[in-house]
């Protein structure tokens, strides 16, 4: 099947690439001159685990090409997926201007029936929008189609090839017959592709994100209590995680959720309801125990310095808002590092991929280490904040030679907080203020 691809960001690039490898011949569409001709000599702005050599496979098959010329693509396709950003307006609603600009870019390339499909997030009734843009600028006929992704960043192209269901919000049988021929390879074997009705498909989108930063923010309430009556988080969760209704999934306690969707999507869902009249308080809450749970943290670190970090020096390993991606997009860190910095302390920062994006949010006001040791020379303090599997077992001799004080504030939860203790380092992390002695388990 012929596929343009509009918008070449981490859905976009994602979509378009595993597409190809199914198959099907692919053309990615983007505005960014630069971009386009840096993916062309094989050069992948986003760090996702097996996708460079994904995109070069295809590349070398001629499934997959990369352009700006959107009206030859259009021209060329059957189905034409819309995966440009809809970044947070001030109001915490979507913003979907690039998506009602490129509807109208479609329909005045049109030349005969197409499948428009929405890839992006976008809120219930974007569909009846885009129609309404295209049908103004062409005779042509068409449908448009909600087709949304549920990819993990650092599982992407996995999620893409196995996925648990494709969603297909769809109001036209025709549309419907090109959708489940596109994704046919997942009907061989058991039924995978759910078909539901356009305003489902967007509905469900943004209840799946929703869902997952509750149980996030769940977590964290409960660590947070955890702390005040000195029970341990991590022996709760495993009392609970153990019951099949609950799962063990997206029950971590840490410093919050962060990246492109979970914070965006949450905070859509609420204007959603407001623009209704309906009080979401379960999602207001979800966002405010998310937004707290990084002060709480460096309430932990203040405190221990007594109230003033002016001069201190802290390193920190992570940067991106998950391990396994260099996306720094509403990651806890940066949130953490620039109320570091605005209290006068000095950052000294690691991580494994994310340094790039780094540079070009704080420029010059933290510095970048070579690697996760470098980090710690004579730093007041080790801050942990991205549970890369590069930090899970480092020589803690050594970092305790390399601080000035012999101190970790951990923010995923990573360590042994007895192993620290062993090795002459003082521990925090969160939710677990158990005393020693009541830290057992009977089996």
Known sequence: ???????????????????????????????????????????????????????????????????TDLQAAVKKAQVCFIAVGTPESEDGSADLRAVIEVAKEIALAMNDYKVIVN???????????????????TEYDFDVVSNPEFLKQ??????????????IGS???????????????????????????????????YTANAFLATKISFINEIANLCEKIGADIEMVRAGITTDKRIGNQFLFPGIGYGGSCFPKDVKALINIANQFDFSA????????????????????????FGGDISGKTFAIWGLAFKPKTNDMREAPAITIINELLRRGAKIQAFDPKAMPMAEAIFQDKITYAQNAYDALNNADALLLLTEWNEFRRP??????????SPVIFDGRNQYDRDELSAHGIEYFCIGRNATPENTYITV
């Open 154 to 167: 650092g599982a992407a192209v996995s999620d893409f090839l196995s996925p648990d269901r494709v969603v």
């Open 1 to 67: 099947m012929k596929i343009c691809i509009i918008g070449t960001g981490y859905v976009g690039l994602v979509a378009g690439t595993c597409l190809a490898d199914m198959g099907n011949e692919v053309i990615c569409i983007d505005s960014n001159i630069e971009k386009v001709e840096q993916l062309k000599k094989g050069f992948v702005p986003i760090y996702e685990p097996g996708l460079e050599e994904l995109i070069k496979y295809n590349v070398e098959e001629n499934r997959l090409g990369f352009s």
């Open 395 to 404: 020589d803690f001799d050594k970092v305790k030679e390399s601080l000035k």
């Open 281 to 304: 308080s379960v999602l207001e809450g979800v966002d405010k125990v998310n937004r707290n749970q990084k002060t709480l943290f460096l309430n932990k670190i203040l405190e221990f």
């Open 119 to 137: 890839k992006s997030t976008v809120p219930v009734g974007t569909a009846q929008k885009v129609a309404e843009v295209i049908k103004a600028n």
């Open 171 to 205: 109001n036209s049988l025709r549309a419907t017959a090109i959708m489940e021929e596109l994704y046919s390879s997942f009907l061989k074997t058991e039924n995978r592709v759910i078909i539901m009705d356009v305003k489902s498909a967007e509905m469900t989108k």
